[in-house]
């Protein structure tokens, strides 16, 4: 049962005291409270998860930004059309950072590895102002 206490001040002379009264609310009231409590907990969690998304978002897309510095997450977005199924790089073929500078591609089935080429060759042209060159060895 919830309370609601209400302070009340009587006029009195000096010296008198205030006093601090105490009422149960009736049911329709404890509902009503009880929704109001329930709407903002799920509001807070609704924006806690756009939130926790937003954060992961912002993440990822760093993840991508070239520092001058060969990283595996740079390929996350790079898709191959495998069997007429646009795939990730990433589930196509292992990538490794050798050295600073270089990535390396090695894909899993040695079929698909025009089509990985031709995906790269896209992005690198869209994008020619990153300085990139693509070597291949079998």
Known sequence: MAFVSTFSTSLRPAGGSSTCESRPLNRA???????????????????????KKTVETVKSNFNTVRTGRANASMLDRVVVPYYEVDTPLNQ???????????????????????????????????????????????
């Open 29 to 51: 009231s404890q509902r009503k409270m009880i929704r109001i409590f329930m709407a903002q907990d799920e509001q807070l969690k609704r924006a806690e998860d756009r939130m």
């Open 92 to 138: 196509l073929a292992s990538i490794s950072i050798p050295s600073a500078t270089t990535i390396q591609i090695d894909p899993y089935d040695k079929s698909v590895l025009g089509d990985i080429e031709r995906s790269l060759m896209v992005i690198i042209a869209a994008a020619s102002s990153i300085g990139c060159h693509l070597v291949t060895s079998s």
